[in-house]
């Protein structure tokens, strides 16, 4: 197939266009695909150059099987995927290769995403041995460099991973991560499973790092005050499609689709007995999360949402701007 550039604002490194990916449901004794699973539908982003994109959400919308969408680790089913100006979305394996360098990915599980028989040397250098022509002496010192960079000692690439405490292997990963020094991170829960002591350490680690390496992330979380520490701006994500998008003091401080306001309200605040933080009316949400192989008509959300009408079980809400660049997918602003 050949690679297509398509012409987008300076500015923007990731621009994701009406991109679905349904997984096929078979059944029957001849395994025929009676259904799909919509795990992402239709969804369309952009993210600026250098700037952090969060994307929250319920376990279940779609999050990271959108983000390995986006790195071509999972093939879209439909829509478009352009990284730096570049159509990525159908290349093949051979074709979006001299592409890998320049995107990668830190995921939750740092112990499951590390092979536990590689020292750290050889975790961190294997990267370059598939994408540069370095030689060993330079693959090492590239090797320290970024090693000491997230904040372990140069003596610590000749350990092993389970010598190592969590917050540790998570800056391994983050280092194998950067070695070739990419333009755009997925970060995939990446503080999730840390103490939270050790989660605001490796998030400021990762904004220290975007600063020097000018780097572009994906931020991906299910927890709102971790998104709101690292994000410029914030997508909320329901059963496979987003909802609301807007600059992260816009969307905190006013956010308008019932699903985000839920969502924050669930943020633990600390009584301090100060004005200075506002508390919200908790609002719970009743129900579970319908199923992405059968969800809602109309809006997915107004199953569980406390202000649904009529209209919400006939028509789909598109997302529409409401503030500046603050764009929401809700009948109740249209």
């Known amino acids: 197939m050949t690679m297509n550039t398509f012409e987008v604002p300076q500015d923007v490194l990731v ?16 395994k025929r695909t009676i259904g799909h699973l919509k795990a992402v539908d239709d969804i369309s982003f952009h993210i600026l150059k ?3 994109l969060g994307i929250v959400g319920e376990s279940g919308s779609g999050k990271s099987t959108l983000g390995r ?20 979305s159908y290349l093949n394996r051979k074709e979006i290769r001299p592409h890998r360098r320049d995107m990668q990915i830190v995921f939750q599980d740092s112990f499951a995403s590390l092979n536990s028989k590689m020292s750290v040397a050889e ?25 000491e960079k997230v904040g372990l000692r140069a003596d ?19 280092a194998r991560a950067l070695i070739t020094r990419p333009k755009f991170v997925i970060c995939d829960e990446p503080v999730s499973a840390l103490d939270v002591s050790i989660q605001a350490q490796v998030l400021n680690l990762m904004k220290d790092l975007q600063d020097d390496l000018g780097l572009t992330y994906l931020f991906i979380a299910h927890d709102l005050s971790v998104v709101k520490h690292i994000s410029n701006r914030v997508a909320v994500m329901y059963l496979g499609r987003i ?35 506002p508390r919200r009316t908790k609002i719970k949400l009743t129900g579970d999360l319908p199923s992405p192989a059968d969800p809602p008509s109309g809006c997915t959300f107004r199953t569980r949402c406390p202000l649904a009408h009529d209209r919400c079980s006939i028509e789909r809400p598109e997302l529409k701007e409401k503030d500046n660049g603050h764009v929401v997918a809700c009948h109740l602003y249209t």
């Open 123 to 147: 975790l961190v250098e294997e990267p370059l041995l598939v994408q540069t022509k370095l030689s060993k002496s330079e693959r090492r010192e590239a090797a320290v460099e970024i090693i």
């Open 15 to 30: 621009d994701v266009r009406n991109v679905k990916k349904y997984f096929p449901i078979k059944g029957g004794i001849l």
């Open 243 to 277: 909802v609301e998008i807007a600059d992260k003091k816009s969307l905190y401080d006013n956010a308008y689709h019932p699903y985000t306001q839920a969502l924050l309200t669930s943020i633990p605040v600390i009584d301090n007995n100060s004005d200075a933080t």
């Open 50 to 52: 250098g700037e952090t």
């Open 69 to 88: 969408v986006i790195l071509r680790l999972l093939d879209p089913t439909a829509g478009s995927i352009y990284f730096n100006g570049t159509d990525i």
């Open 156 to 174: 610590d690439r000749l350990k092993y991973p389970h010598e190592f405490s969590g917050g540790q292997r998570q800056r391994i990963s983050i």
